[in-house]
């Protein structure tokens, strides 16, 4: 959103022509679009299911390949904003958050080496 905004003042300034904004707004209005509609909390979790949810996810992605663990960050994560080495942004996926993740993952993560993400310490 920010992006469109400063899009939108480039092109009033008449730094961008009219037809490279236009092309970017239908763009991204799809994923504005999106943003909208998506849960900004989770349903009711009762908590004990959110923390064995939790639980099974750690379990899992201890015993996983490379592989496996990828799948694992796309069925939690539906967006990861990165900036060089930085993550800027997460997205939850709708499973995770009728799992509570929401809830029970931290706020802050980073990128983790070799690959991966972690919570920032």
Do not use: C
Request: hydrophobic share 40%; glycine share 4%; net charge negative.
């Amino acid at each position: 959103m920010e992006r469109e905004l400063d899009n939108a003042t480039r092109h009033a300034k008449r730094e961008i022509p009219t037809d490279l904004y236009l092309a970017e707004h239908a763009r991204i209005s799809p994923e504005l679009d999106a943003l909208e509609t998506s849960p900004s909390v989770s349903p009711a979790v009762d908590a004990e299911d959110a923390v064995a949810a939790l639980r099974n996810l750690a379990a899992a992605w201890r015993n996983a390949s490379e592989e496996a663990q990828a799948q694992l960050i796309r069925a939690v994560y539906g967006r990861i904003s990165v900036d060089g080495e930085r993550v800027v942004s997460v997205e939850l996926t709708p499973e995770a958050y009728r799992h509570g993740f929401d809830q029970v993952l931290p706020e802050v993560v980073s990128l983790a080496r070799p690959a991966g993400i972690e919570p920032a310490t």
